[in-house]
T-cell receptor
Framework: NAGVTQTPKFRVLKTGQSMTLLCAQD?????MYWYRQDPGMGLRLIHY???????AKGEVPDGYNVSRLKKQNFLLGLESAAPSQTSVYFC?????????FGPGTRLTVT | DQQVKQNSPSLSVQEGRISILNCDYT??????FLWYKKYPAEGPTFLIS?????DKNEDGRFTVFLNKSAKHLSLHIVPSQPGDSAVYFC?????????FGEGTQLTVNP
C-alpha cells in the first residue's frame, strides 16, 4: 500500500498563475482533507470531503477550490496564486478519529 | 481564536530522561485528542490518542494524560531517545475534523 501520495513534491509559481495539487489514497477512506502548514501556526484545514462528490470549507478556504470526482482522489486548485499562498500543503485521508497524511507539497509563489 | 494551544515552541531533553509535551484546549465538546509526530520533509504520523471519557492512555514509551477540569493534556515519553527528535502536534477531533496546535519541537540530546 502506498498510503497517501501527493503530486508534485515541489513547485514554484509566479503571482497570478494557476495550478492543481493532486492527492491520492489507496486505503478506501471516505474522508479526505487538505491542510496548509506555516511556521508557528500548526496545520490549518483548507477544505475537506466526507465522500465522493462532496466538498466542504475548512478554516482557511479563500483562494482555493477542490474537487472529489473519485473516492481515491482529492484535488486542490489555486486559480490565481498569491505570495500569501506560499506554504507546505498536506493531504490526509481517514476514518474514525485518525487521519493519515501524505508527504507534502512545498509551494513557493513569487 | 485558537482552540488548541501548545505554549512551548521547543523542548530539549537528555537521552534517557522523560520528555513532557503539553497542550491546552478551550472546547469541551470533543471526541478525542490525538498526538502526531512530524519529521522534516515528511507528513505528520499518528502517535497516540485519548478518548474524552478516559484520563490516561499508554502505548509503550508514550503515555497521554487528560485533565478535563484543567482542559489540559500532556504527552510523556519515557525514556526519550534521539530518534524522538521531531515536531509534536496535539490535535482535537470533533466529528470528522481535526484542529491542531502550533506544535512543539522536541530535541533529544545523546
Amino acid at each position: 500500500n502506498a498510503g497517501v501520495t501527493q503530486t508534485p513534491k515541489f513547485r514554484v509559481l509566479k503571482t497570478g498563475q494557476s495550478m492543481t495539487l493532486l492527492c491520492a489514497q489507496d486505503m478506501n477512506h471516505e474522508y479526505m482533507y487538505w491542510y496548509r502548514q506555516d511556521p508557528g501556526m500548526g496545520l490549518r484545514l483548507i477544505h475537506y470531503s466526507v465522500g465522493e462528490g462532496t466538498t466542504a470549507k475548512g478554516e482557511v478556504p479563500d483562494g482555493y477550490n477542490v474537487s472529489r470526482l473519485k473516492k481515491q482522489n482529492f484535488l486542490l486548485g489555486l486559480e490565481s496564486a498569491a505570495p500569501s499562498q506560499t506554504s507546505v500543503y498536506f493531504c490526509a485521508s481517514g476514518r474514525d478519529a485518525v487521519q493519515y497524511f501524505g508527504p507534502g507539497t512545498r509551494l513557493t509563489v513569487t | 481564536d485558537q482552540q488548541v494551544k501548545q505554549n512551548s515552541p521547543s523542548l530539549s531533553v537528555q537521552e534517557g530522561r522523560i520528555s513532557i509535551l503539553n497542550c491546552d484546549y478551550t472546547n469541551s465538546m470533543f471526541d478525542y485528542f490525538l498526538w502526531y509526530k512530524k519529521y522534516p520533509a515528511e507528513g505528520p504520523t499518528f502517535l497516540i490518542s485519548i478518548s474524552s471519557i478516559k484520563d490516561k492512555n499508554e502505548d509503550g514509551r508514550f503515555t497521554v494524560f487528560l485533565n478535563k477540569s484543567a482542559k489540559h493534556l500532556s504527552l510523556h515519553i519515557v525514556p526519550s531517545q534521539p530518534g524522538d527528535s521531531a515536531v509534536y502536534f496535539c490535535a482535537e477531533t470533533s466529528g470528522s475534523r481535526l484542529t491542531f496546535g502550533e506544535g512543539t519541537q522536541l530535541t533529544v540530546n545523546p
